[in-house]
């Protein structure tokens, strides 16, 4: 019961996101600059043995971060403090070991990597993601069944909540019998799903697929992305001045 | 050419389609008529390769169409290629995660070069009035703009036979009035055109031929 209310929750995140990114303009950097960009700063953040670096790159993403928008600002902190918070706890013997440090060192690199992602992630679709993996080799495909995976979970979860809503209209009172009939959306959810599924393929085959598949949109470098290679560029600088 | 000879199709027992013995001939346009249930989907099932008949012959081109041969890759490709087909429910039919890439995935599958595959693309936008929806994901457009989209991509792939399954299913009126109107126009390209449908005024209107079925799943009025 509780598995299949996460589910749901989970669904209804992913159709929240999609309707409020529905008429959101496009990053004006290519997506795999971008993801790429936040892997390297955590690399080199995790590579860092000076507390200048780390320091620096979390005062630059809180920058970043005062200048979005309130909501984006609340959904990054609430994922910041749980693992922050963790990671405080698990180190904190450290302290009382004699090395203070070195809880500050690793709580400090796991709100860096935290942030980075999180503010990523305010910044970009989850389409743009998964299109970002699709700028390497025989990702295409992978990428393809990803996003497909998504727009199921979105369908589904559009057609569960409409479900919901119906048996929210029939139920007067009793709380035990509308709990009950959150397994039957599920299960008819699920049978849904499967036709859906069966059909997708059916047009898939219809247009000649053969299990190979590439992007239309190459996104070709810009001068937009020139300048971002330039960040790339001044992490790594700083990282070699700072070590 | 179609020729369909003797076809039987059950589904577990339960008849979907009986001696359907049918032509279709190039240039011509087919109404496909009867009521619910009575095997119009069965019949566009097999005749895009999807079910397989239990008893009779499909014949395109004076290819034999069987489970067995759509098992070889180039054949399924050579006869998908020659079919295009516009399901009923657009939103099963548009997965990928722009209308551009969504024009160009049956292309990509047809091994055109890059600069075919971009023109047809191009072209195909500008005359479904695609462009300001080009880098939109499918999933968020409406019912009309998804079934434009589902049409750009198949007739993208140029294929000389078009089957189209409940056309004006979902459409506001507007909507009916261009499907109606753009299918016209497709009758002068001479392709083979089918269209299942109940809807007489849309039958009346398009029909070249119409094609009768009933509930005992027969074509009463060839």
């Not at chain 1, 790159?57 to 749980?82: D, G, H, N, Q, Y």
């Not at chain 1, 450290?94 to 990523?120: D, I, N, Q, W, Y």
């Not at chain 2, 750009?152 to 000389?160: E, F, I, K, R, T």
């Amino acid at each position: 019961m509780r598995l299949n209310l996460k589910v749901m929750e989970m669904t209804g995140r992913l159709l929240r996101s999609d309707r409020e990114n529905a008429s959101r303009k496009p990053s004006p950097v290519a997506p795999a600059l971008r993801v790429g960009a936040a892997v390297l700063c955590i690399l080199l953040c995790a590579l860092s043995q000076n507390a200048v670096y780390v320091i620096t790159v979390i005062a630059v993403e809180l920058l970043r971060l005062a200048m979005m928008p309130p909501a984006s600002i609340l959904r990054v902190i609430k994922a910041l403090i749980l693992p922050v918070i963790f990671s405080a706890l698990i180190m904190l013997p450290a302290v009382f070991l004699g090395h203070p440090r070195t809880m500050l060192t690793v709580t400090m690199k796991v709100l860096e990597s935290v942030m980075v992602l999180a503010v990523m992630n305010e910044g970009l679709d989850w389409r743009e993601v998964t299109a970002a993996f699709s700028a390497f080799k025989g990702m295409a495909v992978f990428v393809l069944i990803l996003d497909m995976t998504m727009r199921f979970l979105m369908i589904l979860g559009d057609y569960s909540g409409k479900l919901l809503e119906a048996v929210m209209l029939r139920s007067v009172g009793k709380t035990s019998w509308k709990n009950a009939k959150v397994d039957g959306i599920l299960g008819t959810t699920f049978l849904k799903s499967r036709q859906m599924a069966e059909a997708t393929e059916e047009a898939m085959a219809c247009r000649c697929f053969n299990g190979q598949y590439r992007s239309y949109h190459q996104h070709g470098l810009t001068w937009r992305d020139g300048l971002f290679l330039g960040v790339y560029a001044a992490m790594i600088a700083f990282f070699i001045l700072t070590k | 050419m179609i020729q369909l000879e003797h076809i039987d199709y059950d589904y577990q027992g339960i008849p979907a389609l009986r001696d359907i013995t049918y032509t279709f001939e190039m240039g011509r346009c087919y109404c496909l008529e009867g009521p619910n249930g009575c095997g119009k989907s069965t019949l566009f099932r097999i005749l895009n390769g999807l079910a397989f008949p239990a008893r009779g012959r499909y014949v395109l081109d004076s290819d034999a169409i069987t489970e067995k041969r759509l098992r070889d890759d180039t054949f399924a490709k050579a006869f998908h290629a020659k079919i295009g087909y516009v399901f009923q429910n657009a939103e099963v039919q548009l997965f990928c995660k722009s209308v551009e890439d969504e024009i160009a995935f049956g292309l990509f599958q047809l091994g055109l070069p890059e600069g075919e595959i971009e023109e047809r693309v191009e072209k195909y936008i500008r005359q479904l009035n695609l462009a300001s929806l080009r880098k939109r994901t499918p999933y968020n457009l409406s019912g009309g703009e998804k079934k434009r989209v589902a049409l750009a991509a198949v007739l993208a792939m140029d294929p000389p036979i078009l089957m189209f399954d409940e056309p004006l299913s979902g459409l506001d009126e507007d909507g009916q009035c261009w499907i109606t109107d753009f299918i016209r126009a497709l009758k002068s390209t001479g392709k083979l055109i089918i269209i299942s449908t109940h809807n007489r005024r849309l039958a009346g209107q398009l029909a070249d031929v119409h094609v009768r079925m009933n509930k005992d799943h027969r074509i009463i009025c060839p």
